[in-house]
């Protein structure tokens, strides 16, 4: 089957690019004949909750959690790696070194599916507000097909680049909230700083973050519903070797 198109990675472009306002979607949904996009979720929510995965994960998403500022002291302390891609922000494409400037800001970064730079929002409720439209978006048909084959199986995380050494399962619509309590297994050490790669089947967010407890700051790879994807290295993004919790659905 091939995967479909994702309007909600169009809309979130079209956001950082200055072209569009989280606004836009949620009028999209209303025309659609949704009157409440929190109900909506709160039935898929209950839905995922059923999904079994590792003894170490917890459900996720959770949007609210998303929300919560981080701590003043942290964001003045954030030092943003250079990545080896320029990004967009607000309308700007720069170049990778330009990071710098950001330092000392909470910024969250998305893979853009087919381009060479990465789309970069710098507002935690607009992040939250958007992941919310593309969690409705994907799961939105709550009756056809069943739940089993609408959110199979989830995404592997690996220690090294392209999808090799050590690697670490998660199902869908669950999370890791400190990877440094997750034990390599036979192996001496947990899984904290050592994701370098991950791939994902059927389920369309990955959602890595550098601080535990899901504190950000973030990292997104959105792939259309039903579809493949991977990551083969974190690094060109400043994200190897860099997260504390990790989730997906």
Same mark, same amino acid.
């Given at each position: ?6 309007? &909600? ?16 979607? $949620? ?7 949704? %009157? ?5 979720? @709160? ?5 995922? &909750? ?14 609210? %959690? ?11 302390? $954030?030092?943003?790696? $250079? ?44 992040? &939250?507000?958007?992941? @919310? ?8 048909? $709550? %009756? ?35 990877? %440094? ?25 990955? @959602?890595?973050?550098? &601080? ?38």
């Amino acid at each position: 089957m091939e995967p479909k198109s994702n309007n &909600a990675l169009e809309l979130l472009t079209a956001i950082v690019n200055g072209d569009a306002e989280m606004e836009d979607g $949620i009028a999209e949904l209303k025309r659609e004949g949704v %009157s409440s996009l929190e109900e909506a979720l @709160q039935v898929l929510k209950d839905e995922a &909750a059923q999904t079994k995965g590792s003894a170490d994960a917890a459900a996720w998403p959770d949007f609210a %959690s998303m929300r919560r500022k981080a701590p003043p002291s942290v964001v003045a302390n $954030i030092k943003h790696v $250079i990545p080896e891609v320029p990004f967009v922000l607000d309308g700007t494409l720069y170049d990778p070194s330009d990071i710098e400037r950001f330092n000392g800001q909470e910024l969250h970064f998305f893979t853009s599916p087919g381009k060479e730079h990465m789309l970069v929002v710098d507002d935690r409720d607009l992040m &939250a507000d958007w992941l @919310q439209f593309e969690y409705f978006q994907r799961y939105r048909d $709550i %009756s056809s097909p069943p739940l089993k084959y609408r959110m199979s199986p989830g995404a592997i995380f690996w220690e090294h680049d392209d999808l090799n050494g050590l690697a670490i399962g998660l199902g869908p619509n669950l999370g890791y909230w400190r990877l %440094s309590e997750v034990s390599l297994g036979l192996f001496t050490g947990d899984w904290n700083d050592r994701i370098s790669s991950f791939e994902m089947w059927t389920v369309g967010v990955v @959602q890595l973050s550098d &601080a535990k407890n899901f504190e950000g700051p973030f990292f997104y790879h959105v792939i259309p519903p039903g579809g493949y994807g991977s990551v083969p290295s974190l690094r060109p993004y400043g994200w190897n070797d860099r997260t504390s919790s990790c989730g997906d659905w």
